[in-house]
C-alpha cells in the first residue's frame, strides 16, 4: 500500500503540482491537503496520514508554529517543510521545531521524492550545506551565528518577515494572534539585536530582506 502524503500549502497551483510528483510514484499518495494551519489540525485526524509536507509561509498562520503543534498532538506523524525561504536561516528553526526534513521548493522537482522516502524511512533530509552546519553545532561551532538575524526568534522573525511585506501592526497583530502591544514589543525587542534605531529604519530593512528572499525564489514552483 502507497505511503499517504498530507499537503499543508496555500498555493493551489503549487499544491496541484507536489500533488503530481508524489501520486507520480507507486509507492506514494495524497491523502489530503489545507490551506491554512487550523484547517490542517482539523484534518489531520481523519486524514490519517504518514508524512505532513508544510510550507513555512500560510494563510492564517505560521508553518513553524504548525509543525509544532502538530509534534505535540501526533508526535509519530513526521513533517517535511517545502519552502522557498532560505534554507540557512529557516531550515535549523524547522527541524527545531520538530520537522524531519527541509526542501526548498526550487529544488523541489529533482528531490521531493527523494526527500520524503528519507523522512519515511525515518531519516533526516536537508542539503549538504545545512548537514554541515548541525555537525558543526554538535561540536560546539555555531555557523549560523554569522547571520545577524538568527539571534532573531521564531516569533520575532515572523514579525520582522510581515514588517517588510509593508503590513501595519494592527494587521500583523490579527495575523499571529497577538495584541499590537506584543507587537510592538517584538519590533523593540528587533531593533535591539539588529542594532537598528526607529521604526522606519526597521521597516527599510525589513523590506530590503523580503525583496532579496523573493528574487532568490524567482520561479519557485513544484
Not at 501520486?23 to 485526524?45: F, H, I
Not at 481523519?46 to 492564517?60: G, H, I
Not at 548537514?131 to 547571520?147: D, P, Q, R, T, Y
Not at 520575532?156 to 499590537?180: C, D, N
Request: charge should be negative; proline fraction near 4%.
Amino acid at each position: 500500500m502507497a505511503d499517504q502524503v498530507f499537503l499543508v500549502e496555500d498555493h493551489p497551483v503549487v499544491r496541484r503540482g507536489l500533488a503530481s510528483l508524489l501520486t507520480a510514484e507507486m509507492d506514494l499518495g495524497v491523502c489530503g491537503g489545507a490551506r491554512t494551519p487550523a484547517a490542517a489540525l482539523e484534518k489531520l485526524p481523519e486524514a490519517e496520514p504518514d508524512l505532513v509536507l508544510v510550507d513555512l509561509s500560510l494563510e492564517e498562520g505560521s508553518g513553524l508554529e504548525l509543525i509544532k503543534d502538530v509534534k505535540t498532538r501526533w508526535p509519530e506523524i513526521p513533517l517535511l517543510v517545502v519552502s522557498m525561504h532560505d534554507e540557512t536561516l529557516y531550515a535549523l528553526r524547522a527541524l527545531r521545531a520538530g520537522a524531519q526534513g527541509y526542501v526548498m521548493k526550487q529544488r523541489a522537482t529533482e528531490v521531493l521524492v527523494d526527500a520524503v522516502r528519507h523522512v519515511l524511512d525515518g531519516r533526516i533530509y536537508v542539503s549538504t550545506e545545512i548537514k554541515e552546519k548541525l555537525i558543526e553545532n554538535v561540536h560546539g561551532h555555531n555557523a549560523l551565528a554569522k547571520s545577524p538575524l538568527e539571534s532573531l526568534s521564531d516569533r520575532e522573525l515572523q514579525v520582522f518577515k510581515r514588517l517588510g511585506e509593508g503590513l501595519k501592526t494592527s494587521t500583523i497583530a490579527e495575523q499571529l494572534h497577538l495584541s499590537p502591544k506584543t507587537v510592538y514589543s517584538y519590533q523593540s525587542r528587533i531593533k535591539d539585536k539588529l542594532g537598528i534605531e526607529g521604526t522606519p529604519k526597521l521597516r527599510q530593512r525589513a523590506a530590503i530582506w523580503v525583496e532579496c528572499c523573493e528574487s532568490d525564489s524567482t520561479g519557485a514552483q513544484a
